[in-house]
């Protein structure tokens, strides 16, 4: 059977040597004469145009191979390929012309000492996540968050039972006592983050890692983290501060009914440590700030790292 990845690598050409280039980390088709590339962290402008009829052709074989269906009724593509690569897009009439984004998997395999921080920071980070302190890795898009998360899971304790929830597979934990969980929507199955993450505490957890907070299991993953578990995920956002506003608002879509100031209060005393990364013109990523959360009074106390 063709797989997704052959269906895109067959039906793209123009595009198939960006497919192989392990330096490029996207691609991203907006319109037939309109293809950009990030690579090494720059976006630039390709020359290549694809056909908006053949793309449509792309778009619905692989939709068909991981068992979607793209139609009028149904106008969005979002789907993993076998390596890990993710693909997103839409069709008319959502969209002017077919679109589709091809977020590749990445190889790249770093550790803590790799980002040259302070050895007493690097000893910090390993505090962090072999003992019981909650954290967040904040960043935006393509800050390189995941890759870091890795680089910070390589020191989990090998005695440590650890569930891992993610959308998509990206996370990558050595630890041999581990249990992986995806959320899966589709057709036939509707599996969301906040039924694992409320599955994961009967699975007899001692880390709960979330690949990415984005919905109201940050609700979930806040109770569950508030309960003798520690652990960590990832999330959206344009600094530490902003990070601890963003999960205010994703615990306010679980309607719990909570006053504002309760749901502060309720973080501050479940999160202790929110790293912040970002990505500057020039592409490359650096850690910006590393903040301890030491309470809440009328505002968040936050201590530089």
């Known amino acids: 059977m063709i797989t997704p990845y052959e269906i895109l690598k067959d039906t793209l050409r123009p595009l198939e040597p960006f497919l192989r280039d392990e330096t490029v980390q996207e691609i991203m088709i907006n319109a037939p004469n309109n293809i950009w590339i990030e690579k090494k962290g720059i976006l630039e402008r390709t ?71 302070n050895p007493k920071v690097n000893r910090l980070l390993e505090q962090v996540v072999c003992g019981k302190s909650n954290f967040l890795i904040a960043g935006g898009t393509s800050s390189g968050k995941t890759t870091f998360f890795n680089a910070l899971l390589k020191k989990l304790s090998t005695e440590d039972r650890v569930i891992i929830i993610e959308d998509t597979r990206e996370l990558k934990v050595e630890v041999p006592n581990t249990v992986r969980l995806e959320a899966k929507i589709s057709r036939d199955v509707r599996v969301t983050q906040r039924d694992l993450v409320k599955l994961s505490l009967r699975l007899r957890p001692d880390k709960i890692i979330l690949g990415e907070v984005r919905d109201a299991s940050a609700y979930d993953l806040l109770s569950a983290l508030n309960t003798g578990h520690s652990g960590g995920s990832t999330i959206h956002a344009n600094s530490a501060k902003e990070a601890l506003s963003r999960l205010e608002t994703l615990v306010l879509q679980a309607q719990v009914g909570w006053p504002y100031e309760a749901i502060k209060k309720f973080i501050s005393d479940t999160i202790n440590y929110v790293i912040y990364l970002e990505r500057n013109k020039s592409g490359k990523r650096t850690i910006k700030e590393i903040k301890k959360i030491t309470g809440y009074t009328g505002d968040y106390n936050m201590e530089d790292i």
Do not use: H, W
């Not at 009439?93 to 040259?116: A, G, M, Q, T, W």
């Open 47 to 117: 020359k290549s145009f694809i056909e908006a009829g053949m793309l449509l052709v792309s778009m619905e074989l692989t939709a068909r191979a991981v068992n979607q269906e793209l139609t009028e009724k149904n106008p969005i593509l979002e789907a993993r390929l076998e390596d890990g690569s993710r693909v997103a897009g839409a069709i008319p009439p959502v969209s002017e012309y077919p679109c589709l984004s091809i977020r590749k998997f990445s190889n790249v395999n770093l550790d803590i000492e790799d980002y040259n921080l």
